[in-house]
Structure formats: structure tokens, C-alpha cells
């Protein structure tokens, strides 16, 4: 061991060995919120790997949660490791392929967001502008539909740049009339505000836990309706990012990987 310390260039940084100290502060940003003493107590509960059994429970556990938070019932339900950035990233890499027509309602940033990453899949993005503080009515989004014939459409329920809230009724509906599925940020209105993904048509629907879930950064929830699973599923076999590939998993409960005397082994459901 002393041999291996003579070997070190780098000292050890100064600020790593003092505790950070972090005050009390009461989170109301758009931003991440306080998360509850419970929420963090759970944090510190003993660490579990991949291969024990109980991990099988819990991902069915926040499924069922998802499921029951978005009010649907879709089997492509789950929650990514990562940001609501990560879970923007899934639903449109599993959605596109190079050359997709897509239509993004932009009215803040995260519309343009959307946009920037399509392009960087190779999409063929048509942009529907609003100024800031304003919203899209079923008008603004019809014209955009019958213009420019997407495959997808992109739109944030709760626009957290300029505090807008999007009415979502009856754009799934129309969304479907025109042969284009609807892909819904909700990242930073879940909890917050009525949304009903079985109900409201929607096809791939996400968000994140550390806004008004109340939890701790690092997880997007994201579910994908029959139709868009079906898309991702017919238009390409793999995603263009393995880790953001939804169909990869088997979270459909089309596959299910079970670990038997420490092997795995993949069984069907259906």
C-alpha cells in the first residue's frame, strides 16, 4: 500500500476531506423541490443488486405507481435512470428515424429543446411558434398538422420557462385523426396539474421526480402507448442509443429476465 501511495502525482484535494455543510432552504423554483424526511430516510435503506429478487418487486412497484400517475394502463411503462432530459431523449429516439417528419409546439425552452435533439437524430422538424406566456389552441395545432403531415408531435404540458400550462383535451383525438402520434413533457406539471394519459389520447407521455413528485433527482418516469411501441417497434429494431432503448428492457411484460441460482433466463408473459 505504501508502495502504491509513493506512485500518486495527484494529492488528494483538500475540499473532499471537509463535510459540505448545506443549509436549510425551502425549494420553490422550477427547479427541484423539498424532498420529505420519509423520501430521504427510504434513500439510506440497504442497497440492492440487480440479481437479488427484490428488485423484480420493486420495478413492478413503480410501474404500478407510473401507471397509476399518468392514469394509464399501458405495458411500456417505466422509469429511466436519468433526468427528464434523459426521458426526452427516450421518447424521441424510440419515436424517429432519419428523415421523420415531426412537428414541435415551441413556447419556451424546452420545445426548442425537442427540436434540437430531433435534428441530432436527423429528423425533419417543422417548429410551431408562440411567443412566451402563450399557448397552443386545437386551430394552431390543426394547421400545423395539415401543413406539414408529422409523425409525431411534439408539445410540454407545463412550460417551466414561462409558467404556461398547455390544455391537452381533445389533442390526442385530433393528433390520431391526422395519423401523427402526440408526445407529451410533463415534467414539470405531473402532480401539479389533471393529466390523464388512457383518457386524453396521449402516446408517449414523461416526466421527472425531483419537481412536484417530491423526490430526489436521477429518475424519469415515461410510458408508451400502444401505438407509439408499436412505431419504435416496426420502424427500427434498435434504437440509436442502447441505453435510452425502451424496447431493449422488456418492460412491456412482453419479456421478463428472471435470475434462477444466479443464471439468467428470459420468459414470456403472454
Avoid at 422550477?30 to 437479488?52: D, E, K, T, W, Y
Avoid at 389533471?194 to 421527472?208: A, K, N, T
Avoid at 427500427?236 to 419479456?255: N, Q, V
Amino acid at each position: 500500500r505504501a508502495m502504491a501511495t509513493s506512485l500518486l502525482r495527484v494529492a488528494p484535494p483538500e475540499e473532499l476531506l471537509r463535510p459540505l455543510a448545506v443549509p436549510e432552504r425551502l425549494l420553490l423554483g422550477p427547479g427541484p423541490s423539498n424532498v420529505p424526511r420519509r423520501i430521504q430516510a427510504a434513500g439510506g435503506r440497504q442497497l440492492l443488486g440487480h440479481m437479488h429478487p427484490e428488485v423484480l418487486q420493486v420495478m413492478d412497484e413503480i410501474k404500478a405507481g407510473i401507471q397509476y400517475a399518468f392514469q394509464t394502463r399501458n405495458r411500456l411503462t417505466l422509469a429511466i435512470s436519468g433526468s427528464g432530459h434523459c426521458a426526452m431523449e427516450a421518447a424521441l429516439f424510440n419515436l424517429l428515424e432519419q428523415g421523420d417528419p415531426m412537428l414541435v409546439a415551441i413556447n419556451g425552452i424546452w420545445g426548442q429543446r425537442a427540436a434540437d435533439i430531433a435534428r441530432r437524430l436527423g429528423a425533419n422538424v417543422y417548429e410551431l411558434l408562440k411567443p412566451p406566456g402563450k399557448y397552443f389552441t386545437l386551430q394552431d395545432i390543426e394547421q400545423g398538422l395539415v401543413q406539414h403531415k408529422p409523425l409525431v408531435l411534439f408539445i410540454t404540458h407545463g412550460e417551466s420557462s414561462t409558467g404556461v400550462l398547455q390544455p391537452l383535451e381533445g389533442l390526442g383525438k385530433l393528433c390520431h385523426r391526422h395519423g401523427c402520434l402526440l408526445l407529451v413533457d410533463a415534467v414539470a406539471s405531473l402532480g401539479g396539474a389533471p393529466i390523464f394519459m388512457d383518457q386524453q389520447e396521449i402516446d408517449v407521455l414523461y416526466s421527472g421526480s425531483q419537481k412536484v413528485l417530491n423526490a430526489p433527482p436521477g429518475s424519469a418516469p415515461i410510458s408508451f402507448s400502444e401505438r407509439a411501441r408499436a412505431r419504435g417497434s416496426d420502424t427500427r429494431p434498435t434504437a440509436p442509443s442502447c441505453a435510452r432503448g425502451c424496447l431493449t428492457w422488456g418492460c412491456s411484460s412482453l419479456l421478463r429476465r428472471r435470475w434462477v441460482q444466479g443464471k439468467p433466463t428470459t420468459t414470456t408473459t403472454e
